[in-house]
């Protein structure tokens, strides 16, 4: 990566060996910041404004203006997976995203894969833009094919597993074929971002909670899959949520993970793994001085780790304030050598 900053891969290749400590946020980009909201209030549609490769790149550079951070993420959504697949979705306020249909109403939905990546170019001519644009590595993200199965199942955020178990247990095998429709339109779709400029995958499984010793049938399989059609020189980030990673580690060939909060990253940091996330955004209402204490802390207890990346264990709400964060930030960084 030439002169560019490239301790996040460094670290992800547990090989960042200076005693600094590579930073990015979940959602780093989004609704707690007002220069987001300016741009967000143009649109009533959150797609409407994602189909905008302009737009995105501006919304990816935001936090890059704001804070000291190692790494940029493609402003897109894992929504647009079913999105190009025929079933589009809407963000209404309050609700979270409703799909325009949903296995539950309607058993015979369709998946279309035929146009599935072309529907998808607005998000690798972003990608393209912004790769032109930073000094810093570019992850890409996908959502995990079983993440992308539960909203299609549900039509909406879920509630809670009972309807989807039900499902799994009469119908595995249509199940199984949604699962494999997704997963080859997601192999092409990390494919052209890796082609368009994406430096390493992230592959948000936020629902494999929900599954537990089904959770290698339905999940763990097709996330191996597609890991193992990655080019090797492209690190591949692991996000589950409602799950600790021991149970993960052993049966994938991904060596890169993003706890959740509930998960405790010091059972895992002396693994040969690469590690981030399991901070508590909520933390950042903590008041100025202790979170400075909290930077302090952590820097002085990861920063000989050559595997560690400060990450959050789940995405930034709108109800965090950007300077708090800021200061955080500042103090972890400027520790760094
Ligand atoms: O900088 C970034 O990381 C932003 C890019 C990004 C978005 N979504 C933009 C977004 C990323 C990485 C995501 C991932 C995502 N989207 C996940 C995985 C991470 C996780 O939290 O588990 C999931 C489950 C989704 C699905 C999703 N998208 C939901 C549930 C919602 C609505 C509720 C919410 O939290 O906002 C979205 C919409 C969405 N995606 C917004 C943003 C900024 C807000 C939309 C708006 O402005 O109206």
């Keep these: ?9 460094d670290a992800l290749r547990r090989e960042n060996n200076q005693e600094n400590i590579p930073i990015w946020l979940l959602r780093q980009a989004g609704r707690y910041l007002p220069e987001y909201m ?14 905008k490769p302009d737009i995105c790149k501006e919304l990816t550079l935001q936090p890059l203006r704001r804070y000291p951070l190692d790494a940029a993420i ?14 589009p979705v809407k963000f209404i306020k309050g609700k979270g995203p409703i799909f325009s249909d949903s296995i539950i109403k309607n058993p015979q939905l ?16 972003a990608t393209k833009l912004i790769k032109a644009d930073i000094n810093v590595p570019l992850i890409g993200f996908t959502g995990s094919p079983w993440t992308l199965f539960v909203y299609l199942f549900y039509g909406e955020s879920p509630k809670n597993r009972n309807e989807i178990s039900g ?3 009469n119908n595995s095998s249509n199940a199984h074929s949604y699962l494999k429709a997704m997963t080859e339109v997601i192999h092409e779709y990390i494919d052209a971002q890796i082609q368009s400029g994406a430096d390493c995958i992230q592959i948000f499984d936020s629902w494999g909670g929900m599954l537990d010793q089904d959770y290698e049938e339905f999940s763990l399989q097709y996330i191996n899959e597609l890991a193992k059609s990655i080019p090797s020189n492209i690190p591949i980030i692991l996000y589950t949520r409602g799950k600790t990673i021991d149970s993960i580690i052993e049966s994938t060939p991904i060596s890169c993970f993003n706890l959740d909060i509930s998960d405790n990253i010091d059972h895992h940091i002396n693994k040969s793994i690469a590690i981030q996330g399991n901070f508590d955004p909520q933390k950042f209402h ?7 204490e909290l930077a302090t802390k952590i820097f002085e207890k990861y920063k000989k780790n050559n595997n560690y ?14 300077d708090k964060v800021g200061i955080f930030l500042e103090r972890l960084s400027s520790l760094s050598s």
Aim: charged share 25%.
């Design 74 to 87: 493609t402003f897109t959504d894992i929504l647009t997976i079913p999105d190009a697949m025929g079933v």
């Design 38 to 51: 300016k741009i967000r209030s143009q649109y009533s549609d959150f797609f409407d404004m994602i189909r």
């Design 1 to 9: 990566m030439n002169s560019k900053n490239s301790i996040l891969l």
């Design 286 to 292: 903590s008041d100025v001085n202790e979170l400075e």
């Design 167 to 169: 499902y799994l247990k």
């Design 309 to 322: 990346i400060f990450n959050l264990g789940s995405g930034i709400t709108p109800d965090i304030d950007p």
């Design 110 to 125: 369709e998946l279309k894969s035929q146009n599935a990546i072309k529907n998808l170019d607005y998000v690798f001519e």
